[in-house]
T-cell receptor
Framework: ETGVTQSPTHLIKTRGQQVTLRCSSQ?????VSWYQQALGQGPQFIFQ???????GRGNFPPRFSGLQFPNYSSELNVNALELDDSALYLC??????????FGSGTRLTVV | AQSVTQLGSHVSVSEGALVLLRCNYS??????LFWYVQYPNQGLQLLLK??????LVKGINGFEAEFKKSETSFHLTKPSAHMSDAAEYFC?????????????FGKGTTLSVSS
């Protein structure tokens, strides 16, 4: 198992900018989901992809978008960054076994 | 819609004491339930999961949880706390066999362990 890796680990952006966060899932994990974890809160579901198609979305605006690629990597894109977007962003993947494997996250700070 | 409530945002125990972290869920269909642990500046690590097999589930690091449908609960226990158990714990629910549904988390419980 190679686990789930996320990059970068930390990022500082200015309000109004755009950001792309990356995730590399385990081989064979066709489902990837992204979560936002604000300080002191539980993770909040952003969206989920299965075989490169979005098949679930949480209560996040359209400026949060994503992509999943055939090589088990994925991206989270956020446009028009706001101060409240500052959070830990977590990627999680799963295969056929029930349960998600999480990466260590990307800490995004918007100033 | 499903939801999770974790009772007690902060639990403090002494080393060697019983750990009990409470989780109640709400789900209109049979759920899958999970407990995750998060250490500072890290991602989430799966402790254990309930997927409609045995109601008493054993996980890593000596933790276990019991699924009680009548009480809609999935409390996490450990007989004897260790200093290394100090962390943030999250209970999560997802719908069984439903594509497109991901994990819904509680707000978390911070476990402190004193010597």
């Amino acid at each position: 198992e190679t686990g789930v890796t996320q990059s970068p680990t930390h990022l500082i952006k200015t309000r109004g900018q755009q950001v792309t966060l990356r995730c590399s899932s385990q081989s064979g994990h066709n489902t990837v989901s992204w979560y936002q974890q604000a300080l002191g809160q539980g993770p909040q579901f952003i969206f989920q992809y299965y075989r490169e198609e979005e098949n679930g979305r949480g209560n996040f605006p359209p400026r949060f978008s994503g992509l999943q690629f055939p090589n088990y990597s994925s991206e989270l894109n956020v446009n028009a960054l706001e101060l409240d977007d500052s959070a830990l962003y977590l990627c999680a993947s799963r295969g056929t076994v029930i349960g998600y494997t999480f990466g260590s996250g990307t800490r995004l700070t918007v100033v | 819609a499903q939801s999770v409530t974790q009772l007690g945002s902060h639990v403090s125990v002494s080393e060697g004491a019983l750990v009990l972290l409470r989780c109640n869920y709400s789900s209109s269909v049979p759920p899958y339930l999970f407990w995750y642990v998060q250490y500072p500046n890290q991602g989430l690590q799966l402790l254990l999961k309930y997927t409609s097999a045995a109601t008493l589930v054993k996980g890593i690091n000596g933790f276990e949880a019991e699924f009680k449908k009548s009480e809609t609960s999935f409390h996490l226990t450990k007989p004897s706390a260790h200093m290394s158990d100090a962390a943030e714990y999250f209970c999560a629910v997802t719908l069984a066999n439903q594509a497109g549904t991901a994990l819904i988390f509680g707000k978390g419980t911070t476990l402190s362990v004193s010597s």
